[in-house]
C-alpha cells in the first residue's frame, strides 16, 4: 500500500518565504511614495498581502488538479490566455499605463493577462512534448505557431519584456523536449533578426538601447533609472546601510517597489542580502529540476520543467536588467516584486509543482498519463 502522498515542504518554505520577504521589502522601498501618493504608507503592502492569501489558496489548487485534465485541456487554457491578451484592447476594460496597454479592468483590481498567458504556453508546450518529441520541426510546428501567436499578442501591449520572456521558455523546453543543434540555429537567425528589426522599429527602444550602452549619456532621460539602480547597489556595499534606510527609495528610483525592487534589497542588505535572496531562488529552481527528473510520465515532467524555466528566466531577466547586464525593460522580480497577479501566478506555479512531486510519491512507477 502506498503512503500518502506529501507536499515538497522546503519547497514551499523557500516560495512563500520569499513572498513574505518581498512584502518587507515593498513596504521600505514603497512607504515614501504612496504616503505621498494615496496617503497610506502601507497601500501596496496591503495589496500584496490578500494576493498572498489568495496565493496560498491558489497553491493548494493548483497541487490538487489532476494533470491528465491540465494535458487533456491545454488548449483551451491557450485559446483563453489568447482572449485575455486581446481583452486589454477592449475600450473600458483594458488599462493605459506608462503608454502600454497590459492590465485588464475587474472593477474591484486589475491584473496582466501576460502573467497567466505564458504558464498557458508552457503547459500547452508540455503537451504537445509528451506527445511527440522535437525532433523535426514538424513535430515543433504547433509549438511555434501557438507561441508565435502569442508573442505578436503581447508585442502589441507593447511589451518586449514578456516577448523576451516567453521566447527564452519556449527555446528551454524545445532544448529539453530533444530539439536539435541545428534546428536551434534555423530557429536563432529569424529570431535574432526579428528582435533587431523591433528595436529599430520603435524609436524608445532604440533609446534604451543607447541608456544601456551609455546612460551618463542622458543621466536625466533614458539613462536616469540605470544610474539610480547603481547607486542603490554601490551604496549597499558588502552588508547594506540597513534595512529600510534605503535613500533611493525617497522618489530617486523608478519603480522600486517592483521592476527594481532587487536594487533596493541590494543597498538595503548588501552584496551579502542579494547573495542570500538569490540563493532562495537557486534552491527553488533546483527543487523544481529535481520533481522535473522524478516526475511519474513525460507530460508531468515537462510541466515542471516548464515552470521551472518561467522562474528562473523571468528572475535572470530581472536581475540582469537592475545590473545593467542588459537593456532596461519592466519585468517584475517573481515572488518579490509588487504586483498581486505576478504572487498569485507564480505561487500557483508552485502549487504545480507540488502536484507533480505528489504524483511521483502516490502512483505506481508505470502509470501512463
Known amino acids: 500500500m502506498l503512503a500518502k502522498p506529501k507536499y515538497n515542504v522546503s519547497l514551499l518554505i523557500a516560495a512563500v518565504g ?3 520577504f518581498g512584502i518587507v521589502m515593498q513596504y521600505s522601498a514603497s512607504s515614501y511614495t504612496a504616503l505621498k501618493e494615496t496617503g497610506d504608507a502601507f497601500f501596496y503592502v496591503k495589496k500584496q498581502a490578500i494576493a498572498l492569501v489568495v496565493g496560498l489558496v491558489a497553491v493548494y489548487g493548483a497541487s490538487k488538479v489532476p494533470t491528465a485534465w491540465l494535458k487533456r485541456f491545454a488548449w483551451i487554457g491557450l485559446l483563453v490566455s489568447y482572449a485575455l491578451l486581446a481583452a486589454v484592447f477592449i475600450p473600458g476594460l483594458g488599462i493605459e499605463k506608462y503608454g502600454a496597454t497590459r492590465w485588464i479592468n475587474l472593477g474591484f483590481t486589475t491584473f496582466q493577462p501576460s502573467e497567466i498567458a505564458k504558464f498557458c504556453l508552457a503547459v500547452y508546450i508540455a503537451a504537445q512534448l509528451s506527445e511527440k518529441s522535437a525532433h523535426t520541426f514538424r ?4 509549438i511555434l505557431c501557438a507561441a508565435g501567436a502569442m508573442c505578436v499578442l503581447i508585442l502589441l501591449e507593447p511589451n518586449m519584456s514578456i516577448t523576451m520572456c516567453v521566447a527564452l521558455v519556449v527555446v528551454i523546453m524545445l532544448f529539453v523536449g530533444g530539439c536539435r543543434i541545428k534546428q536551434f540555429a534555423v530557429f536563432a537567425l529569424p529570431a535574432i533578426a ?9 524609436p524608445y527602444r532604440i533609446k534604451r538601447l543607447m541608456a544601456f550602452i551609455d546612460p551618463w549619456a542622458s543621466p536625466l532621460g ?14 549597499g556595499g558588502l552588508f547594506g546601510v540597513g534595512l529600510f534606510q534605503s535613500r533611493q527609495k525617497y522618489a530617486f528610483l523608478p519603480f522600486a517597489e517592483s521592476d527594481f525592487i532587487f536594487s533596493i534589497i541590494g543597498e538595503e542588505l548588501g552584496w551579502v542580502g542579494c547573495v542570500c535572496v538569490l540563493s532562495v531562488f537557486a534552491f527553488i529552481l533546483w527543487q523544481g529540476v529535481r520533481i522535473a527528473m522524478r516526475a511519474e510520465n513525460r507530460f508531468d515532467s515537462y510541466l515542471a520543467s516548464g515552470v521551472v524555466a518561467v522562474i528562473g528566466v523571468q528572475t535572470l531577466l530581472n536581475i540582469a536588467v537592475v545590473t545593467g547586464s542588459i537593456p532596461p525593460t519592466g519585468l517584475p522580480l517573481p515572488f518579490v516584486s509588487a504586483g498581486g497577479s505576478s504572487l498569485v501566478v507564480f505561487l500557483a506555479a508552485i502549487g504545480l509543482l507540488q502536484n507533480v512531486h505528489m504524483r511521483a510519491q502516490g502512483y505506481p512507477t508505470g502509470h501512463k498519463l
Open 139 to 142: 513535430n515543433m510546428f504547433k
Open 18 to 20: 520569499l513572498a513574505v
Open 222 to 235: 533614458e539613462g536616469y533609472q540605470l544610474i539610480q539602480s547603481y547607486y542603490a547597489l554601490g551604496g
Open 194 to 202: 526579428a528582435v533587431v528589426g523591433l528595436i529599430l522599429l520603435e
